[in-house]
């Protein structure tokens, strides 16, 4: 079996920004999927930086990304989440990478070295790119 993989904002800025590990992220982007709240960070980390709109959605655009929209049950398995990862420093970004990776069976792809603490319990493989 293929492996899947979800990308974390973290992922997809260091792809867009050319850092360390962005070609391990071209290497998964067609077995990948990003959750609508993680494009959504990712669209405001470029806004802030200066960023126009036009800009950051010609560049997100041309990754042909695959986009899972944030409905109900991923909100609920999202939420779930939260108290197995207290004390880890997670934001709602994070979570929604992290559920959307358990629903698909998926590997989630982050530049947070935090997420190598995470619970084996929580059944998410987490990698770091760099």
Known sequence: MTE???LDASALLC???GEQGADRVI???PRAWVCAVNLTEVYA???YAGGTESRIAQAIGGLYLRVE???DAHARSAGML???TKGFGLSLGDHA???LARHRGAIA???DRGWTELPDTLGITVKLLR
């Open 4 to 6: 899947a993989f979800v």
């Open 15 to 17: 792809l867009l920004k």
């Open 27 to 29: 290497a998964c982007l």
């Open 45 to 47: 980390k470029l806004a």
């Open 69 to 71: 929209a944030f409905d």
């Open 82 to 84: 939260r108290p197995m």
């Open 97 to 99: 990478c992290l559920a």
């Open 109 to 111: 792809l982050t530049t």
